[in-house]
Structure formats: C-alpha cells, structure tokens
C-alpha cells in the first residue's frame, strides 16, 4: 500500500464519522486507527467475522497498543439489505480486500453507496487491461471481467503465472455453503478503469485514484454525487 493511502484518510477525515468495511483480516489493514488518529468525530469497525473471533481480538489489541479507543464494532455482511438499520450512515466509508470476494458487486457497490454520507475509499485487486504471459492471454478492456468459477484451466494458468510474485492460487472450492455463498475465494477479476466505472455507474464522482499493493491493486476515492 502506497505511503499516500493512510495520509488520504488521516488528511480528509477530521470531524466526519467515519466506517472501516471488512477491515478485519490480517489487523494490520484496519484504517480505524487512522481515522481517529486524523480527528473523525466518530469510528466504526464493521466486519462480517464472528463477534470473539480471533480477529477482533487482534483489532482491540493492536488499537490499544496505539493508544486509540471509542470505535464501535459492528457483525455483519455489506451485503446484508438490513445492515444500515444497525450500523447507520458514516460520512466517510473506507472498504479494502472485499468487494471482488462478492458474489454481486454491483449490490455490494449500491451497499457502500448507501452506508456513505460523503466519501468512499475503495480498493480492490486489480489486473491490467491486458494480461500475456507464457501461460496465453486474457483481455480484461472495456468493462470485461472474469467470473472466476467459470474460468477454464487456460485462463486460470495465465493468471496464476501473473499473480506469481504472491503466490496466488485460484483453488476449486466450495463457492456456495447451502443458499449462501462463500466469502472466502475470489469470484472476479476486473481492471482499474473498469473498477472506477464500477463506482462511478453507482453514483460517485472520483476524486483520485492510484495503483497499491506493489501494483496489484488499485484504490479509488470518490464523492458521492
């Protein structure tokens, strides 16, 4: 992550509430810290892991290393139509590592829209318009995407062979647990600028976007219109 990302928030935040989505996973990622630290008048850490799960722990943990505290804490899915109900709106929404392990991404989008007051800060992973490499070829340019459980063992090669530096493997897995699906694998793949048009389509005028994660994903900052 690009040292520009956590200064983004730290500079815009100061005395906007402010919402940390999915930012669970590996602690280190949560963006709730910095926001206090940046004066949000309010902060909330929503995530859909266990209430005790070990993550949370973690996140308790690390903010009181930090010497930060006052945050909510909120169980659920973004992409649950009654989350709002018990979260409410924040001024300014921060979502990272989530939106391509959702099965729908334009609802989880409109999920975001409707939880942000102001700002939203959204960052995927990412891959070039065109990927070729020894493996063969995929066009990811004007708007197409990869709808990971239907790719064939041609196309998952030549993305395995991109994402080699970070040893990603796109394992066949359980995609559906009965009627609800896993949050686990990754179900898309898509460009930076069909990433921007994602969230410009759900009604938001994009202030700034940039590469991260050494290249592999990008984050883009908008303004709800």
Not at 42 to 68: H, S, T
Not at 206 to 217: N, Q, T
Request: proline fraction near 5%; include cysteine; charged fraction near 20%.
């Amino acid at each position: 992550m690009p040292l520009l990302y956590e200064p983004l928030i730290e500079s815009s935040v100061r005395g906007l509430s402010f919402a940390d989505v999915g930012g669970l996973w590996n602690t280190e990622n949560e963006m709730v810290s910095h926001a206090i630290k940046g004066g949000a008048s309010r902060a909330a850490m929503i995530d859909m892991q266990p209430e005790n799960n070990e993550w949370w722990q973690k996140f308790d943990e690390r903010c009181r290393q930090l010497g930060v505290s006052g945050y909510s804490k909120f169980v659920g899915s973004i992409d649950d139509p009654h989350l709002l109900e018990r979260t409410g709106r924040y001024d300014f929404v921060h979502c990272s590592g989530v939106i391509y392990h959702c099965p729908n991404p334009v609802w989880t989008i409109r999920q975001l829209r409707a939880m942000t007051g102001r700002y939203l800060l959204l960052n995927s992973m990412t891959v070039p318009q065109r990927i070729t490499n020894t493996m063969g070829e995929i066009d990811f340019g004007q708007g197409q995407c990869l709808f990971i459980p239907a790719a064939d063992p041609k196309k998952r090669a030549v993305v395995e062979e991109h994402f080699s530096d970070i040893k990603l493997r796109l394992h066949d897995i359980q995609w559906w647990s009965g009627e609800n699906p896993n949050y686990s694998p990754w179900w898309w793949l898509w460009s930076a600028e069909t990433l921007a048009q994602m969230v410009e389509s759900a009604g938001f005028r994009i202030l700034k976007k940039a590469p991260s994660w050494e290249g592999y994903a990008d984050f883009v900052f908008a303004e709800k219109e």
